[in-house]
């Protein structure tokens, strides 16, 4: 069992759409992370909250929206989505520190019709 | 720059037989290096890492990795592979930003044990 949960664990929707992925960590870390992941690929790092502050963004496109409420909770919100955002979204979260490993979420894996 | 190279896209072990996974890295400073297996349809796991030391490093499931600073490698290995071992598995290096615990990872090796 994972201690990192993400809802929902599959999502498909149309490119016109608005839809949120969700994780959850009580592990009271206190940084959290996005990934995308595409098949048989390392994971891309999206965006990184430490203390529920957006410290990193990879030059995402704003059609991804990260959220962070608090220090356990973390959403993604989509909107108008391409074929090629098609991928596994993982969440992650750790300690912050360069020396703690982070703890991954077992994803969800989202489809663009 | 900092960067990490697994230069095996997949391993093929006998089950019963020792396995090694192969990682190389080029860090600035000192590494802190992971090493994290994901099987199908599920998230990464953490199986070990390497901060300072003793270079033989054991994690989860009866794997260890060796950490070689002359050779820069952090090969994972295990005495005896299992069926249930065949995953995919990631090396990763700490790119050292500070308070953030970003990660550079490897591309990737496919782990496969046959019976």
């Known amino acids: 069992d994972t201690e990192v949960t993400q809802t929902p664990k599959h999502l498909v929707m149309g490119m016109t759409n608005k839809k949120s992925l969700k994780c959850e960590q009580h592990?009271?870390?206190?940084?959290m992370y996005w990934y995308k992941q595409k098949a048989k690929k390392p994971p891309e790092l999206m965006f990184v909250?430490?203390?529920?502050?957006?410290?990193i963004n990879e030059s995402v496109p704003s059609r991804f929206s990260p959220e962070c409420p608090n220090s356990s909770l973390l959403n993604l919100h989509l909107h108008a989505l391409q074929p090629e955002d098609s991928a596994l979204y993982l969440c992650?979260?750790?300690?912050?520190?360069?020396?703690?490993?982070?703890?991954f979420g077992d994803g969800t894996r989202l489809s663009i019709l | 720059a900092q960067s990490v190279a697994q230069p095996e896209d997949q391993v093929n072990v006998a089950e019963g037989n020792p396995l090694t996974v192969k990682c190389t890295y080029s860090?600035?400073?000192?590494?802190?290096l992971f090493w994290y297996v994901q099987y199908p349809n599920r998230g990464l796991q953490f199986l070990l890492k390497?901060?300072?030391?003793?270079?033989l490093v054991k994690g989860s499931y009866g794997f260890e990795a060796e950490f070689n600073k002359s050779q820069t490698s952090f090969h994972l290995k295990k005495p005896s592979a299992l069926v249930s071992d065949s995953a995919l598995y990631f090396c990763?290096?700490?790119?050292?930003?500070?308070?953030?615990?970003?990660?550079?990872f490897g591309q990737g090796t496919t782990l496969q044990v046959k019976p």
């Open positions: 592990m009271g870390h206190r940084a």
């Open positions: 990763a290096v700490s790119k050292g930003s500070g308070n953030t615990g970003k990660l550079i």
């Open positions: 909250y430490s203390y529920e502050k957006l410290s």
């Open positions: 390497y901060i300072t030391g003793d270079n």
């Open positions: 860090v600035s400073g000192n590494p802190y």
């Open positions: 992650a979260s750790s300690q912050g520190t360069d020396y703690q490993p982070q703890h």
